[in-house]
């Protein structure tokens, strides 16, 4: 059940764009996305549910197909503070429960 | 206002030791989320409390671990016998009360090192 990321690892120079992807193989209601710091806590990023709601921070994008299972992360024109690994973590059902993390994806933005 | 906390924020102890670790969650928050990560993976779920309740213990490995949270605020996890395969980072989180899909609040997690 656990979400499937890709890619694994991106390195972007400052000013790029990148795509994180997250997939999983049971329908499902909501997903979330966090970023880590090395050593640090995740730190909350975005809830897509289920229905089109969204709920983050508004410099942040991303989309949820449900009919295929996936969501999407659009980091655009990078800075070097988005470096970090991204985690997906995917709820099946409404309630407030606990989220199956992905494997994430490391990022590096370089200058 | 304070975040999640956790202590301690590293600790080290022999093969066999029974450890502790404390999670004091944001003040209202009603939902608490035990997680372990082990290098290069995601938080994997251990057990989720809501209130005094354990909501579902269904993460946690074996009998060695237990958890409890008796006031429905602080709550500790508890591992009996530890074995060098229980190394990894403790991460607490909670959630306000919802009706819905809520952000999880980390802590800083506590770093377990079994020798």
């Known amino acids: 059940q656990q979400p499937v990321q890709s890619p694994q690892a991106v390195i972007l120079r400052e000013g790029e764009d990148a795509v994180i992807n997250c997939s999983s193989s049971?329908?499902?209601?909501?997903v979330h996305w966090y970023r880590q710091k090395h050593g640090e806590a995740p730190v909350f990023l975005m809830i897509?549910?289920?229905?089109?709601e969204q709920k983050g921070h508004e410099k942040i994008s991303a989309s949820f197909n449900e009919k295929k299972q996936q969501s999407s992360l659009y980091l655009t024109a990078s800075q070097l503070s988005y470096s970090g690994t991204y985690f997906c973590?995917?709820?099946?059902?409404?309630?407030?429960?606990?989220?199956?993390f992905g494997k994430g994806t490391r990022l590096s933005v370089i200058a | 206002g304070a975040g999640v906390s956790q202590t301690p924020s590293n600790k080290v102890t022999e093969k066999g030791k029974y450890v502790e670790l404390r999670c004091d969650p944001i003040?209202?928050?009603?939902?608490l989320y035990w997680y372990r990560q082990s290098l290069g993976q995601g938080p994997e779920f251990l057990i989720y409390?809501?209130?005094?309740?354990?909501?579902?213990d269904s993460g946690l490995p074996n009998d060695r671990f237990f958890a409890v949270r008796p006031e429905g605020s602080v709550s500790t996890l508890k591992i009996q016998r530890t074995e060098r395969g229980d190394s990894a980072v403790y991460l607490c989180?909670?959630?306000?009360?919802?009706?819905?899909?809520?952000?999880?609040?980390f802590g800083p997690g506590t770093r377990l090192t079994v020798l």
């Open positions: 989180a909670s959630s306000p009360p919802s009706g819905g899909p809520n952000e999880q609040f």
């Open positions: 003040s209202g928050h009603t939902a």
């Open positions: 973590g995917t709820h099946r059902n409404s309630g407030n429960t606990p989220l199956v």
């Open positions: 409390f809501q209130g005094t309740g354990a909501a579902d």
């Open positions: 897509l549910l289920k229905g089109g």
């Open positions: 049971k329908a499902l209601y909501s």
